[in-house]
């Protein structure tokens, strides 16, 4: 590791102190706590752009995670970064998704605006701080400090204040450790091309469509040359990964200059420099063509518009009916409706899964179900 690189023996630590890992570094142990949550196996059923029944093969929450780790994990080692706190910030990035992805973090919000909004960043830190409810001694999973602050990617001013030591970055308008700058934009790289991959095989979007996307179109154009009989399937598959191959690539080197030029002596200089891990000017630009092109074409698809109108209004229904009648909760969660309101009412429709979100609103209304 590099000097710039999170050290696990200079961690800010825990909020609860614990005694230090046995066999394993302080964010070997974040991480092993994040794969056994509850959280992270609902990943499996929460998904962004395609829900779960749609078919086997589209990527969910969990193996989008997954996705992440692996790529964060490739472009730490090749800068010399902490490769485990890289890893347990991407496998805890998206645990406070809603169901329904971003139409249903969108009616929540929408849902709690007079209860100070919900925001799935937020609640990923809130997941991991409060909500895991699986060891004796504290609430949550009690990371470092270093985990949590690669997990909150953004923050207002307003929430920062009341997040003690990880929103202070907030508003110092400093950065987060490398790896946490890693970890954000191999999220990115993952769903830009996992996105491509879904959406070619479940006919939203064409080939003939991403012949106008620069990035697709110049590794589409390689393979065509280098092997002209493949079938389609592969050429989407070499393809995507080429791309894949040259956002890396072209991030690590790219990342690689700027840390050389800044010449940080460690994690805390790393913190205070402009943001060091980019890609280039030129894969940037190419990158947010992709972005856009995805916007206009997947992600408001109107087979996906459909989708999206169904879960907003589950969310919105199930939010209704269970805040103006707490005894509907689950038990559980009628004590902490007592206590926390709205809030705990968000809590509970937050961690459901697409399927669970879906048979809940059908026990509630319909008069078939118990
Ligand atoms: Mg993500």
Redesign the pocket.
Known sequence: MQPYAVHPDRSRGRCFPEPAPQGRSEFQRDRDRIVHSTAFRRLEYKTQVFVNHEGDHFRTRLT??LE?AQIARSIARNLGLNEDLVEAIALA??LGHTPFGHAGQDALNECMRAHGGFEHNLQSLRVVDVLEQRYAAFDGLNLTFEAREGILKHCSAVKARGLGDVGERFLTHSRPSLEAQVANLA?EI??NNHDVDDGLRSGLLSLEQLAGVELFARHRAEVAARYPALDQRRVVHETVRRMMNTLVTDLIGHSRDSIAAAAPGSADEARRAPPLIAFSAAIAQEQQALKDFLRAHLYRHFQVNRMMSKARRIVEELFEAFSGDPRLLPPEFQERARRDGARAVADYIAGMTDRYAIREYRRLFSIDEA
């Open positions: 989008h995670s992440v990035h998206d999220d993952a769903y």
